[in-house]
């Protein structure tokens, strides 16, 4: 077998997992959280994977022009965000776009669904995973409260402090923000081709 069939084969099968843990999180990914969820899982993914994967779903496109499985969260104005977030192909552009009243409900989202996932885990979390969850807080402004815990990793407590400040995560998945729906209205009057809309212009 050839290297070129054998690395499109591994890319390939890391979009399945990607499209899979997309789907479980319910909102958009930022690449560094993807990657240390997809080593959680016993797939260590390097950046230039993760760039043949992105690579393989446009060619795809342009070659089918069928939804790709992936596709990446804009900007309002269309561009793609760097670092890349990963988001669901078959997703309404709105949910794909990062807004300021969208961020904290993507960032929360990703900490509700891994406590989750946690709590019912006989194993204990990677350390990667705990510095993950522990960043992701911080960067929520939830540091106080999560000193405040008699045990970081109660990831029952975790999400409880989540959901008392950012109630709006539970939902996070299923809504778009104010700011999501305007964006989106205007970046479908500009008239962009569809391949900017799923992977930014």
């Excluded at 890319?11 to 080593?39: F, K, N, S």
């Excluded at 790709?68 to 969260?73: F, M």
């Excluded at 309002?76 to 309404?92: E, H, Q």
Aim: proline share 6%; with cysteine.
């Amino acid at each position: 077998m050839s290297s070129d069939l054998r690395r499109a084969r591994r890319a390939g099968a890391i979009a399945t997992e990607i499209e899979a843990l997309v789907a479980a999180i319910g909102v958009p990914l930022e690449t560094h959280a993807l990657r240390v969820l997809l080593a959680d899982r016993g797939r260590p993914t390097t950046a230039e994977h993760l760039a043949r994967v992105a690579a393989g779903e446009r060619t795809e496109y342009l070659r089918t022009r069928l939804p790709p499985r992936l596709a990446v969260a804009v900007t309002p104005d269309g561009a793609p965000l760097v670092p890349r977030w990963w988001a669901d192909g078959d997703w309404r552009l709105q949910r794909r776009i990062l807004t300021e009243d969208a961020l904290p409900l993507w960032r929360g989202k990703l900490v509700e669904r891994i406590c989750s996932e946690l709590i019912g885990r006989r194993r204990h979390a990677a350390p990667e995973l705990v510095t993950l969850v522990r960043a992701t807080m911080a960067r929520l402004g939830l540091d106080d409260e999560m000193l405040r815990l008699p045990d970081t990793q109660d990831w029952q407590d975790v999400r409880a402090v989540l959901l008392d400040n950012l109630p709006g995560v539970i939902f996070a998945h299923d809504v778009a923000t104010p700011q999501q729906h305007e964006a989106e209205a205007a970046l479908l009057a500009a008239d962009l081709p569809a391949a900017a809309l799923y992977f930014g212009r």
